[in-house]
């Protein structure tokens, strides 16, 4: 076999030698534009697991970076003056160039041909190859050149970063974050030898203008990097290695080959240098390629196990790194965090990482944050507390109403048998207002002589120790169905009400068109949310939740996709929302106790809310006496692009809370206590729905 | 977990005998279904013509469409073809329906594919208004037949969560299989249904000595349309017994229902071989 490795990073090198080694009477040829020394970047971290590979594939090399390697376990977290460190966290770096060298010698030999300083302007130039290896990185020649195989998606992350070496000692992976005149910056530094570290600098691209990075020289770059993180380089200086700012790109492709051409590392994928991972994918590539070429006569069979092994785990990679650049994209919102929890939620950003692993690693920490969430939760003075459940199992206050624990549950018709679970608020099934509100001919109606049956099952429930929302709201265009054991938003054939909505817009295809709402409409309806609420008060519930979610009455009027109106309704977010707030003025003016709002935090449709609008949305609730925002996500309209992944409502959950200022209740397949742990101690919710998985 | 087997309608020179003499062993064999696969712009039979065949030499497996592509069909002769099959078999019809995924069905079909979601949406909300409604017969004893919906995205997971039984996945190992039924149990729950969905799974199988490549050949050739991917579904043909014995185990961790083994090869010798492994 005659290989032709394009490119002479750590992918190209190691996939050499390795080929080399598994068969020396092959041909492996080398070709790099850059001289040998020439090195841009400055050190690589690897995992544990990763040095396992390394050592399995070739003891030489593995040794001799091993003499190289520096160690460590710690992830110091600079933030508002204070100092966290997180243990149990097992890293080692090295030098790029050192790495390189070191593999460009064990190259030579076993007799693999190194070309430097080769600049290659067509893949043909190697015809005569058995198999052309495009490990150039991303912007190379070969993933160029066969693109329209590869089909390659590039995504563009909004922040700038730039990478600087600072001759800094460093006993742990850093992460500084420091707000000034010009917006906050984060550094992400991490030692290779003991005297050396990598120092990256990121910040929001409006930040980078403001402070004039956009037109500074590599000089003036540094210059204002080192005043600015005078604090912990202690005079020491940052250096320059062809620095430029830039946006990071995630680049993902269907394919890594075609024909006789294979991607290895950064050309065939990246992942936000925020995980640092780039370095010990692109090598584990290689090993893997060199292992299906061993095991495949036809090389067809060979790539495409290849890429068959690799993908899966790239791309759990990727999701992860996605993951973690967003939470640098948006940590100016957790700006009034406690450093503790601060730290928590920074280590668990790429969801990689849970409550459990912490736990295993850093049990101190965990223990640390467990206490801090009691305390507050509790009103106890910080640092009292030292023996503590985890956050799931800390109250939450809320005005008079205290919840023992931080699970809620979306409760059926039968309360009783809900609270039997254990979960501290249990939300009701959906009551209606009144008789044509409701969704199905099953929907509960709220009123007096229901109220003497809610009374006497919530106080049993209080006996029992859980804590009742009931659930009220107005059906709007979405009643008139059958019950959903039949399925869901099935028109009845027979015996169906009347609909009304904000506007004339059937549910489904073949539901029945509403009425639209007129003025006297819309007030009448604000005094029957009243009444029921008062209604309500009589039944003991502990909270009341409105249910302005899910395409129901009142959510009709939020989402532009379904409120067409021309009057003070309609039109902008102000007029959308009048309503809304309307019924939660006159709600709250009866109601004492707290009140939660259900929002879809997203309509999951071109031209609906996003998350953007649901934080806007949440702040007119709280500055209208909503106490809590139970966050779910679409059924706005019937068709749709819905997203059911692991934890698909936390984020919006994340957002809401820390953008609006505002407790919430998160949901979305939560499915784990360590789950639950996670979301809370990250703070991400202030309570979360638990989906246990074929829960009645 | 109940273990079907494909009928042999799309692989290459199937007679009709041969088509029968398997639907015979597989409803004396240990097998609960029989699955047929639905497209238009290849060499394949129609999927409820190959059911009725089976049907009429069959007395106790499932006839499962595994999926017909709802949108090429007019509803109204959709609802009542599948009812057809449903009543003359005396209620063995599992119907399990889909957008699909080759525009080129759409295209020699004249059938345009942009909407086909939402036509697709009005399908699944009307076909059970129909059965139950008597006036399209023959009306299939009630409830009438489960409906399965297939597809990854999260529109169909909400239409299936909406209309129909539950899932059909469309093939893959095991843990894409996990990965799919927990989020179609998520949709489920999200849009406030009780219970939980049905879950189906489906993989491809080729027994015996030397015939892998000839099954791989077949995969490769039937998911053309794919592209570069289906050499990672010919990569996944099940070619031995503890590949088949691994991949039963796997799904049946997973939560799935029933498994549907489609053959890559077409002989009859498929189906028995197939018959010793499961037992």
Redesign the interface.
């Known amino acids: 076999m005659r290989y032709a490795v394009i490119g002479g990073g750590a992918a190209g090198l190691y996939f050499a030698l390795l080929a080399k080694k598994a068969n020396p009477s092959d041909e492996v040829l080398v070709v790099e534009r850059n001289p040998p020394d020439a090195t841009f970047g400055w050190g690589v971290v690897f995992s544990e697991e990763t040095l396992g590979a390394l050592r399995d594939a070739d003891y030489e090399t593995y040794t001799e970076i091993g003499e190289s390697f520096a160690r460590w376990n710690a992830i110091d977290i600079y933030y508002r003056d204070t100092k966290i460190r997180s243990r149990g966290h097992v890293f080692t770096g090295i030098s790029r160039k050192v790495l390189l060298n070191i593999l460009q010698r064990r190259c030579r030999a076993l007799g693999v041909r190194l070309e430097f300083e080769r600049e290659v302007h067509d893949v043909r130039e190697f015809e005569g190859a058995d198999l052309i290896i495009g490990a150039d990185g991303i912007n190379g020649l070969v993933r160029r050149t066969y693109g329209e195989?590869f089909k390659p998606q590039v995504a563009v992350h909004p922040t700038k970063y730039v990478w600087f070496g600072g001759d800094l000692p460093l006993d742990a992976f850093t992460f500084i974050f420091r707000r000034n005149e010009h917006g906050l910056f984060q550094v992400h530094a991490y030692p290779f030898d003991a005297r050396t570290c990598t120092f990256i600098v990121e910040c929001p691209e409006d930040a980078w203008r403001r402070a004039g990075l956009e037109s500074a020289t590599e000089a003036e770059s540094i210059a204002y990097c080192e005043a600015l993180f005078q604090p912990e380089l202690r005079g020491r200086r940052l250096m320059s290695n062809r620095s430029l700012w830039v946006n990071f790109l995630t680049l993902r492709q269907?394919?890594w080959?075609?024909g006789n051409v294979v991607l290895l590392g950064d050309a065939a994928h990246t992942a936000h240098f925020s995980i640092g991972s780039g370095t010990k994918l692109a090598m584990e590539d290689s090993i893997a390629l060199v292992d299906a070429l061993r095991r495949h006569h036809d090389l067809?069979?060979a790539l495409?196990?290849y890429?068959?092994e690799r993908q899966p785990v790239v791309e759990r990679f990727q999701e992860a790194a996605v993951e973690s650049a967003s939470y640098f994209e948006h940590v100016s919102r957790y700006a009034q965090f406690d450093p503790r929890q601060f730290a928590f939620n920074l280590l668990t950003r790429s969801r990689r990482i849970t409550y459990v692993n912490l736990t295993q690693r850093d049990p101190e920490l965990v223990r640390t944050v467990d206490s801090w969430f009691t305390a507050a939760a509790t009103g106890s003075p910080d640092g009292v507390v030292r023996l503590s459940p985890p956050p799931m199992f800390a109250p939450l206050r809320i005005g008079n109403l205290t919840v023992p624990n931080r699970v809620a549950m979306a409760a059926?018709p039968d309360l009783e048998a809900a609270a039997q679970t254990g979960a501290g608020l249990l939300i009701t099934e959906f009551f209606s207002v009144t008789e044509d509100g409701r969704i199905t001919p099953d929907t509960p109606v709220i009123d007096r002589a229901r109220q003497d049956i809610l009374r006497s099952t919530v106080e049993r429930i209080h006996q029992a120790g859980s804590r009742v929302a009931l659930q009220l709201g107005h059906a709007g265009r979405r009643g008139s169905m059958r019950p959903?054991?039949q399925?869901?938003?099935?028109p009845l054939?027979h015996g169906g009400w009347r609909l009304m909505a904000a506007s004339r817009i059937a549910y489904?295809?073949?539901a029945a068109l509403p009425k639209e709402m007129t003025a006297r409409d819309l007030s009448h309806l604000v005094k029957v949310f009243a009444e029921a609420a008062r209604a309500a008060a009589g039944g003991r519930l502990d909270a009341l939740e409105l249910n302005f979610a899910h395409g129901y009455l009142v959510a009709g009027f939020i989402s532009p996709l379904t409120n067409h109106r021309t009057d003070e309704y309609g039109g902008s977010l102000e007029n959308r929302m009048r309503f809304p707030l309307e019924v939660l003025d006159a709600v709250r003016a009866t109601w004492e106790r707290p009140l939660f709002v259900r929002i879809s935090a997203s309509d999951?449709a071109d031209g609906g809310i996003d998350l953007d609008e649901s934080v806007s949305i949440a702040a007119l609730l709280k500055a209208h006496g909503c106490d809590l925002v139970h966050v779910v996500?679409?059924?706005t309209i019937?068709?749709?692009?819905?997203?059911?992944?692991?934890l698909?409502g936390v984020p919006a959950s994340d957002r809401i809370r820390n953008e609006a200022g505002i407790p919430t209740i998160a949901t979305?397949?939560i499915t784990t206590a360590d789950d639950v742990n996670t979301i809370l101690a990250a703070g991400r919710a202030d309570l979360c729905v638990l989906?246990t998985?074929?829960?009645? | 977990m109940n273990i079907g087997v494909g009928l042999p309608t799309s692989t290459s020179g199937i007679s009709g005998q041969l088509m029968l003499d398997w639907a015979k062993l597989a409803d004396a064999g240990p097998f609960s279904s029989l699955g047929v696969v639905d497209r238009v712009a290849y060499q394949n039979y129609e999927p409820f013509t190959a059911l009725a065949a089976a049907a009429a030499v069959t007395r106790r497996v499932r006839l499962a469409t595994m999926v017909v592509i709802g949108p090429l069909r007019n509803t109204a002769m959709l609802a009542k073809q599948a009812a057809s099959l449903d009543v003359l078999s005396g209620g063995r019809l599992t119907l399990g329906l889909a957008v699909g995924a080759r525009g080129e069905d759409y295209e020699v079909a004249g059938i345009d594919s942009r909407g086909r979601g939402r036509r697709f949406g009005e399908q699944l909300e009307a076909i059970r208004d129909i059965w139950e409604g008597g006036k399209i017969g023959p009306t299939p004893k009630a409830p009438g037949p489960r409906v399965l919906v297939g597809g990854a995205s999260g529109e169909a997971l909400a239409r299936m969560a909406r209309y129909a039984d539950g899932y059909m996945h469309g093939g893959g190992p095991p843990r894409a299989f996990a990965a799919a039924a927990a989020k179609a149990i998520t949709a489920w729950s999200d849009l406030g249904r009780p219970g939980r969905p049905i879950l189906w799974g489906m993989g491809y199988f080729a027994l015996g000595d030397g015939i892998a490549d000839a099954g791989a050949e077949y995969l490769r050739h039937y998911y053309a349309f794919t592209g570069p991917f289906a050499e990672k579904i010919a990569a996944g043909n099940l070619t031995s017994p503890g590949a088949i014995a691994d991949f039963i185990r796997g799904y049946e961790d997973a939560g799935c229902d029933e498994l549907v083994l489609f053959p890559t090869v077409s002989s009859v010798e498929q189906v028995e071989r197939l018959a010793e492994v499961i037992g």
């Open positions: 195989f269907e394919s080959h075609h067809g069979a495409n196990d890429e068959m059926g959903r054991t399925g869901v938003d099935r054939t489904t295809p073949h999951w996500m679409g059924q019937w068709e749709s692009r819905p997203d059911y992944r692991r698909f979305g397949n989906d998985p074929f829960a009645g």
